[in-house]
């Protein structure tokens, strides 16, 4: 795979392009994303499924654009993917070929299950969850991935989508035909053969749409798509609220966007019908998809499409591009696990717990190589937005507040409260507060020593191989959560 890579995904409603940097085996980074609103399959379902003139030119122009982008970023490598409405089309040739011959690129064209297996290979690595079902709402068509114990298990095609559903039903107001469509092409899923997880992960604009507005009604604290999950009972009404706006002003006052205006209502109508079809009861919302799945299939070819066990591509890409010393990250993650365990009679904190700590203790410098001055701050903020995959929202908090509290007293209840719906109670955050705060003072003079832990009667006692004197003084200044005390013995 090349280091710097474009793909592009050919929609019925947009075109999509993401260009992704590679910087190390299995890691990459976003630098690039461009999505353009080419309505490719506008008006072909009415007309046997035939591409009209219109709509593939403006799909031809918005793929000059494209090209000249992934130039520009110095991309060796393009893999352009179309969907639905080309699949579909009797007359697809007529815009492959053309794009082929004044543009120089390769589209390929890709079967439904296709389709669904690149959305399930997207979130299967780039998903916090072993067990779900993606479902990916499009233009013309709409994908399932079942996953179970971590594996794509099944990939099923329904030609359900926005466009095709307005079109066939509701330019016509024919809400009652529009429902009965899905319900007969969602026999197939009913009757896979499979339990259905009561998880989905929700993929494509209009649930990201969808997702966007139950976060703004709910107040939640994190602006981040990818990740975020809601209860369908708790959050019904949002949909229904779409459904029933009579007008665009009506969906204006709810919260969408001018340009969802032509789909959203479709797009809700759908998702909502499937939710209440599989009993669903969570919604994981996914800032990833057929785009990612292609990349991801690529690289990890060789891997059976999956990440390595325990990789975590996000803190892998975060620490190639920004750690200042990888020795001094593998010393502090490691000496992290040793505290966590030796403390643990007392703190009694679930081993995630552990997991977040060392990802926090090996993250906490990055924030130097943005500024040194108030690092631990600049890292957590930009842990917020930097841990963008296979993070749960609470856990990308936490290590977040983690760097934040580090070297500094105990948090505050008030300052967490802005985020106290996904950190876990102060009392927890006290103790992994002041276990990456010994961490970071034990390795201030960056020698990696040798220490030993030692914890009796609620005493924890640091032996040093040999007397550090700036470390022993700082240990003594630091604040302990109730029922530890530290000492450091020779």
């Not at 630098?31 to 593939?56: D, F, H, W």
């Not at 500094?408 to 002041?434: G, Q, V």
């Amino acid at each position: 795979m090349a280091k710097v890579t474009t793909i592009i995904d050919i929609g019925s409603n947009s075109m999509r392009m993401v260009v992704l940097e590679k910087s190390s085996r299995f890691s990459f980074n976003l630098i690039n994303e461009t999505k353009s609103r080419v309505k490719i399959s506008e008006g072909c379902y009415e007309n046997g499924g035939n591409l009209q003139e219109a709509p593939m030119q403006r799909a031809f122009n918005s793929l000059q654009s494209f090209l000249n982008i992934s130039k520009a970023l110095k991309s060796r490598k393009i893999i352009c993917v179309a969907t639905s409405a080309l699949r579909d089309a009797p007359n697809a040739k007529v815009f492959t070929n053309k794009v082929k011959n004044e543009l120089g690129l390769n589209i390929r064209v890709i079967d439904g299950p296709k389709e669904a297996y690149y959305g399930g290979v997207a979130a299967l690595n780039l998903i916090h969850g072993e067990e779900f079902v993606t479902v990916d709402i499009g233009g013309g068509s709409t994908e399932f991935a079942f996953i179970k114990n971590g594996q794509i298990v099944d990939c099923i095609s329904l030609d359900v989508g926005t466009v095709r559903l307005n079109e066939l039903y509701f330019s016509k107001n024919d809400y009652a035909g529009a429902r009965n469509f899905i319900l007969e092409k969602l026999d197939e899923v009913k009757n896979c053969g499979h339990d259905i997880p009561q998880t989905v992960v929700g993929i494509g604009g209009s649930i990201r749409t969808l997702s966007k507005i139950i976060m703004n009604k709910n107040e939640y604290p994190l602006d981040i798509l990818h990740g975020f999950s809601y209860s369908v009972d708790l959050n019904s009404y949002v949909f229904d609220k779409i459904i029933n706006a009579k007008n665009n002003n009506a969906l204006k006052h709810i919260g969408i966007k001018k340009d969802r205006y032509d789909t959203i209502k479709e797009g809700a109508f759908i998702f909502k019908t499937i939710l209440d079809e599989l009993n669903t009861k969570t919604v994981i919302t996914s800032g990833v998809g057929v785009r990612e799945g292609v990349y991801l299939a690529d690289i990890l070819r060789n891997s059976n499409c999956k990440f390595p066990q325990n990789f975590n591509v996000s803190v892998r890409s975060l620490l190639d591009r920004f750690e200042i010393c990888p020795r001094q990250s593998a010393y502090l993650g490691n000496n992290a696990k040793q505290i966590f365990d030796v403390l643990k009679p007392i703190h009694n904190l679930d081993d995630k717990y552990k997991t977040l700590l060392v990802i926090a203790s090996k993250l906490h410098s990055i924030g130097t190589t943005l500024n040194f001055y108030k690092s631990n701050d600049n890292t957590a903020d930009f842990i917020l937005n930097g841990l963008n995959y296979d993070f749960q929202h609470s856990s990308r908090v936490t290590v977040a507040h983690i760097i934040k509290f580090s070297k500094k007293r105990l948090p505050k209840e008030a300052e967490l409260e802005k985020y106290s719906t996904l950190l876990p109670n102060l009392e927890t955050m006290h103790w992994l507060s002041f276990m990456i705060s010994l961490n970071l003072t034990i390795n201030q003079d960056m020698s990696s020593p040798k220490v030993t832990y030692k914890l009796k009667n609620s005493k924890l006692r640091i032996a040093f191989e040999k007397s550090i004197y700036v470390v022993e003084s700082d240990i003594k200044k630091l604040e302990t959560p109730e029922g530890i005390k530290v000492k450091v013995v020779l």
